[in-house]
């Protein structure tokens, strides 16, 4: 059931920008890369540890410095940067052998060559993620390579335990990397839902809220929220109906563990990986309407203009045809299709 659905909806995705006229579509242009001259962004005495296409910047030492500097594998490196390290490489391999594409991979990050995170101390903020490209030429163990940013705190106690906020944060990149659509009701919620890669469970849980059926309902119980749950767990039930909710990876993925010996996969449990990528897909094409109709650059998009709520409708008639091409019928479904 979940091959059938995979191919049934990545099809969608194809014929979705398939069908958009080329004189409609911006022109496929690499995003530059931009240059920071200061070094405030970082702290001094920056120790680098680098992992796959990631690299952690962070310091033993001042107001930035890592709290729990455990070293159990004698490496010479915290067990918490390397952790840190450990499940952005996992997320990010994770993702791609599923079918996302890589950031790195796509025109708005190409000139990207690493992910760089960031240990700092983000006050009451346990990870950030930036939208821009960076290089940093006076900070010499950034060696001046153009890259993509994460922050992550210090100090999350316990990590990794049950901790997902790495993952979190670099599906943000991966969303940003398909899309200048920054409505919180998608990005923030599909990155709710990412985390479950790493997690238990296949998300926040079942839901037995019926989905919107109206234009108010989803201007009350979505559009404003962050993490409109409820409404996504919803609609993946229908659009995801594996039996088991199970994920498949190769062993070299699963059997993946941090430093003490633990997996970085909890379980196989996760659902809903071809409706997400088909999605962003869908909006990939989108954006570029948008960019086009209003003369905006491709990557150039005002952060104003990339979470205007004007665009909430746009967005849902993209989901509402994703949904739609998927063939799946059903009253509530069909009821929510039917909102104008």
């Known amino acids: 059931m979940l091959a059938k659905i995979f191919l049934r909806i990545f099809s969608v995705s194809v014929l979705t920008a398939a069908a958009i006229p080329l004189d409609a579509r911006a022109q496929e242009i690499i995003n530059p890369c931009r240059i920071e001259n200061g070094t405030s962004d970082y702290p001094p005495n920056l120790q680098r540890y680098e992992l796959g296409h990631f690299r952690i910047f962070y310091t033993t030492t001042g107001d930035h410095a890592v709290i729990d500097t455990a070293d159990i594998n004698a490496n010479g490196v915290p067990d918490y940067v390397e952790n840190l390290a450990r499940q952005a490489d996992f997320t990010h391999k994770a993702l791609t052998f599923l079918g996302f594409r890589s950031p790195l991979e796509s025109a708005r990050y190409r000139a990207v060559k690493f992910i760089d995170i960031g240990v700092k101390d983000l006050g009451g903020y346990n990870g950030l993620s930036y939208d821009e490209p960076w290089r940093y030429p006076n900070i010499p163990l950034k060696t001046n390579d153009c890259t993509a940013l994460i922050d992550i705190h210090r100090n999350l106690v316990g990590f990794p335990g049950n901790w997902a906020i790495v993952s979190h944060e670099l599906f943000h990149l ?106 962003y897909q869908a909006l990939d094409a989108e954006d570029d309407i948008v960019s086009a109709v209003n003369g905006w650059g491709q990557y150039n998009w005002l952060e104003s203009d990339q979470k205007n709520v004007a665009h909430n409708q746009r967005i849902l008639k993209v989901l509402q045809r994703v949904v739609r091409r998927t063939g799946i019928s059903d009253p509530e479904i069909n009821a929510f299709l039917a909102i104008p």
């Open 174 to 279: 991966f969303g940003n990397s398909y899309t200048m659509f920054k409505a919180s009701w998608v990005s923030e919620a599909a990155s709710k839902w990412a985390e479950y890669i790493v997690r238990a469970g296949w998300s926040t849980g079942p839901s037995v809220t019926p989905l919107p059926s109206t234009m108010a309902q989803m201007e009350t119980l979505v559009f404003p929220e962050h993490y409109p749950m409820e409404f996504w767990n919803r609609l993946l039930q229908f659009m995801d109906a594996s039996p088991n909710n199970s994920v498949y990876l190769p062993a070299h993925l699963t059997s993946a563990t941090y430093v003490d010996g633990t997996y970085i996969m909890k379980d196989s449990y996760w659902r809903g990986m071809a409706f997400f990528l088909a999605f």
